[in-house]
């Protein structure tokens, strides 16, 4: 399996909004509706933020929202504030699990 | 609230093998599947397998078949990777996490990491 594909960096100033994409195949993003999203800040571990494309866990603030269509699922950051400046990372299942290469997002 | 816990970092030379261990607490080990995940140093992630504690069944990702074993002791509730024939691209932050199941296509939470230096 290839991993699914991220733009390697995005930007935006706060209080804008972002969209990371996230495109696979019919064989992963495509067929199944169990895309994930990760955050991960320098030296830390990946913290969950979208399961199932656009269900939030518990404590993720409202801020963060997912979406798919087709072979692409994208995670969308409105409002955006310092603290989001971090890697960002899918996961779509695919009888196995496959992660995309990640996207580093600037907070301006 | 569940907490995973790994064990300390490692340096191992070339062709030998490593095994990390995760501690589980809170929540009801056996119920829930346990999967592994690398991240190489500047690199992305990178699913490995898991395994259900219940069953006792482990399923690893092709790439590291043969070559990765996880097993799993419900009277300690802790989960172990063994990774062997380790190579210099071996190199690597292995993470567990719960999750990676027909109930949880997720991963959450996840322990802090374990760094492996494979090195000669």
């Known amino acids: 399996q290839s991993a699914l594909t991220q733009p390697r960096s995005v930007s935006g100033s706060p209080g804008q909004s972002v969209t990371i994409s996230c495109t696979g195949t019919?064989?992963?993003?495509?067929?199944?509706?169990?895309v994930s999203w990760y955050q991960q800040h320098p030296g830390k571990a990946p913290k969950l933020m979208i399961y199932d494309v656009s269900k939030r866990p518990s404590g993720v603030p409202d801020r963060f929202s997912g979406s798919k269509s087709g072979n692409t699922a994208s995670l969308t950051i409105s409002g955006l504030q310092a603290e989001d400046e971090a890697d960002y990372y899918c996961c779509s299942y695919a009888g196995s699990y496959v992660f995309g290469g990640g996207t580093k997002l600037t907070v301006l | 609230q569940v907490q995973l816990v790994q064990s300390g970092a490692e340096v191992k030379k070339p062709g030998s093998s490593v095994k990390v261990s995760c501690k589980a607490s809170g929540g009801t080990f056996s119920s829930y599947t346990i999967s592994w995940v690398r991240q190489a140093p500047g690199q992305g992630l990178e699913w490995m397998g898991r395994?259900?504690?219940?069953?006792?069944?482990?399923n690893y990702a092709q790439k590291f078949q043969g070559r990765v074993t996880i097993t799993a002791d419900k009277s300690t509730s802790t989960a172990y990777m063994e990774l062997s024939s380790l190579r210099s691209e071996d190199t690597a932050v292995y993470y567990c996490?719960?999750?990676?199941?027909?109930?949880?296509?997720?991963?959450?939470?996840w322990g802090q990491g374990t760094l492996v230096t494979v090195s000669s």
């Open positions: 996490a719960r999750g990676g199941s027909s109930s949880f296509h997720w991963f959450d939470p």
């Open positions: 395994i259900i504690p219940i069953l006792g069944i482990a």
């Open positions: 019919s064989s992963d993003v495509g067929g199944y509706n169990y």
